[in-house]
């Protein structure tokens, strides 16, 4: 906002109707000058009002002091409405450092009763919270201490069901989502399906694993679940999900080509011959060639050898050559001669 609008200006703004304007022109003035007028123009009550502009422009301060935090909380009370409470979430957040804390007070008293969209807006306050300070926060409800990611998750868990907003919260701690989709929801696929199309974990978890895999909707997820951690899969798993049918195998190769584990080597096998079994014209062989990049070289031609003779074919074929050419560029060393024999 431009310091060079005047006073006048920016009020005058103001009268006409253009408030977030007007005051962001005062605030980027004055600072913090503008906080007596802005809280001696909120109402003694948020109780049951949609919209209180005054309360959004506090949040355009910076370090707003600690002497803010009574006057906004000793407002809430009665029927908050969403906007209301999410800016009341946003201002507390500006004052440093107390208002984190007590935002965790609020969590405290009212947690079960706050609609996963707000426990959204304190997870994203938290984690900048946290960036910033590099400080962990649990809180400790029932003689139990928790992180407060996980605390809120769990909140969300029994707040009333939002299609969206309470498994993309629940997601975020892979190990409450994990849990949930085990035990709490086992019975409940649809509700399964909603966190896991927003889960991603970063390490194999078999009970997850076995259960997508038995479930058709859950199953075709694989990839995108365990897109990060396929490097971390036991090879049976990994034979388990290429030969099953509801996983979508352009997607689940794509994923796996982006790892490259020498005791995957009977997979690698599997998918080499199937590739080179098809009729179409030849795949993205440099994702082959990925794939391979970290077999030991004499493991690699044994399993190219195998691989190759099991598709039925020569390793003079075109098709087996070409395969082979791009698993050299992508490794920096020569494998083959042009005649198809296999160097030592």
């Known amino acids: 906002m431009s310091l060079d609008i005047d006073d006048d200006t920016a009020r005058q703004w103001i009268a006409a109707g253009y408030g977030k304007s007007g005051w962001r022109v005062l605030i980027a003035r004055h600072g913090l000058a503008m906080l007596p007028e802005l809280v001696a123009a909120l109402p003694t009550s948020f109780s049951g009002i949609d919209?209180?502009?005054?309360?959004?422009?506090?949040?355009?301060?910076?370090n707003?002091?600690?002497?803010?935090?009574?006057?906004?909380?000793?407002?809430?009370?009665?029927?908050?409405?969403?906007?209301?409470?999410?800016?009341?979430?946003?201002?507390?957040?500006t004052i440093k450092p107390r208002g984190m804390l007590s935002i965790i007070e609020f969590l405290k008293s009212a947690a079960f009763s706050i609609p996963a969209y707000h426990l959204d807006i304190v997870l994203h306050i938290y984690k900048d919270w946290q960036r910033d300070t590099r400080h962990l926060l649990k809180i400790e409800t029932s003689g139990k201490s928790r992180p407060l990611d996980e605390h809120i998750a769990l909140c969300a868990l029994e707040n009333e069901w939002e299609h969206h907003a309470t498994p993309s919260l629940i997601s975020r701690?892979?190990?409450?989502?994990?849990?949930a989709v085990l035990t709490r929801f086992a019975n409940d696929e649809a509700r399964q399906e909603q966190i896991l199309n927003y889960l991603k974990v970063s390490v194999f978890h078999d009970g997850l694993f076995e259960t997508m895999l038995k479930k058709p909707p859950l199953a075709k997820l694989i990839p995108q679940v365990f897109s990060e951690c396929f490097e971390s899969f036991p090879e049976t798993a990994v034979?388990?999900?290429?030969?099953?049918?509801?996983?979508?195998q352009n997607a689940l190769f794509y994923r796996?080509?982006?790892?490259?584990?020498?005791?995957?080597?009977?997979a690698h096998g599997v998918l080499i011959t199937r590739e080179l079994q098809k009729s179409e014209a030849p795949h993205d062989y440099h994702a082959f060639a990925n794939l391979l990049r970290s077999h030991p070289r004499y493991?690699?031609?044994?399993?190219?050898?195998?691989?190759i003779l099991k598709g039925g074919l020569e390793t003079t074929n075109e098709r087996a050559l070409w395969l082979i050419r791009?698993?050299?560029?992508?490794?920096?060393e020569l494998l083959i001669t042009e005649a198809g024999v296999f160097i030592p």
């Open 299 to 307: 493991d690699l031609i044994n399993l190219l050898t195998e691989s």
């Open 239 to 248: 034979i388990a999900a290429i030969h099953c049918s509801d996983i979508e």
């Open 64 to 93: 707003a002091p600690e002497s803010l935090i009574p006057e906004i909380w000793g407002r809430v009370r009665g029927q908050m409405q969403p906007k209301t409470t999410q800016d009341v979430l946003l201002v507390a957040a």
């Open 256 to 266: 796996l080509s982006q790892s490259s584990n020498p005791l995957h080597r009977r």
């Open 173 to 179: 701690c892979p190990n409450i989502a994990i849990e």
């Open 51 to 62: 919209y209180v502009p005054e309360l959004e422009y506090l949040a355009y301060l910076d």
């Open 326 to 332: 791009e698993v050299e560029n992508v490794r920096g």
